[in-house]
């Protein structure tokens, strides 16, 4: 029997083992666990594909005594992803997870990077972007503030990534970036294009990062501000061509594209419960709200307990292997990566009882 505080060792469940087999057999049945998951927690409350490139599932670090104090304790419980084609010929995505990568392990570091017009810059930003971004916020400047550390350290960590893309001259081919790190006290997040990141917290899904689209208002102002222009042409596009309006890369559309990201610093509640960051295949079919109710039913057991045929496990890897699996259920057509970081074990809740009211 697994220790508390473990989780599933074997990165390649029955779930991400059968993940290809299923996908055209049981995209409706898919699409019905989703509804039927949905609908049993609403019960007890009051309130074409290939199989996964790359999946991963791990304690972030070793379950810590109960004697050590807050500062000996790794930031996140457990982690895991998971990485598929989907119904795209070509994978341009990348995912880049680097437990303890600063601070003597007191800060994680997750990424999704989703390519277009190939992976080679979605590649180069999970080979650099964690060892530049350790280099900047280990520099320091006298008098600044831990915020004011990660807000410098993760912008400047872009602009340097998109200046060695500019190296391998790759004018067209591009990458969004959402990346976050994961302290005690703190969570930062840049982003960088669409790609989202989600923090469940006392139930709620919080966005920490909003997607830059062409047609937000304030991104439509900046383009034509900058001299470009947002056309409609099969969706909202930079000069007609790019659907996002941020990236690292995409020179040839500089300067209406720009690599400098949104930064939100998130100070940590004892309520938080994981961190979801996911590529927009994810997005596109999922909403906020319902990728949180799928990974917390998961991770709490009870989706395992209510569907023992369709899910196995509990684990931050099996939540994110059945989020990609929904969502090409409900009809995704692109490359799909997510990272699950579980930052408090969930813990699984008796079913309330509706109150009844008085007529």
Known sequence: MEEEGQ?????????LRRLHPRRLKTAAAGEELAKRICSA????????????????????????????????????VSHGWVSVIGRRREMEDAVSVEPGFFGAGEYDFYAVYDGHGGAIVAEVCKEKMHFVLAEEADK??????????????????????????????KGTVGSTAVVAVVGRRRIVVANCGDSRAVLSRGGVAVALSDDHKPNRPDETKRVEAAGGRIINWDGYRVLGVLATSRSIGDFFLK???????EITVTERSDKDEFLILASDGLWDAISNEVACRIVRQCLSGQAAKMFPGAVNGRSAAEAAALLAELAIARGSKD??????VELTRTIERCPRRRCKTKS
């Open 7 to 15: 989780i599933c060792k074997t990165p390649q469940s029955s779930r």
């Open 41 to 76: 927690e609403e019960n007890t409350s009051t309130s074409t594909s290939t199989s996964p490139s790359a999946t991963s599932s791990s304690p972030t670090s070793s379950s810590p005594s109960s004697s050590e104090s807050e500062e000996t304790n790794p930031p996140c």
């Open 140 to 169: 320091g400047e006298k008098g600044e503030g831990e915020e004011e550390k990660w807000r410098r350290a993760m912008a400047a960590s872009f602009e340097r990534v998109d200046g060695v893309v500019a190296e391998e001259k």
């Open 255 to 261: 300067p209406y594209v720009t690599c400098e990201p």
């Open 335 to 340: 490359n799909i990566s997510i990272v699950v």
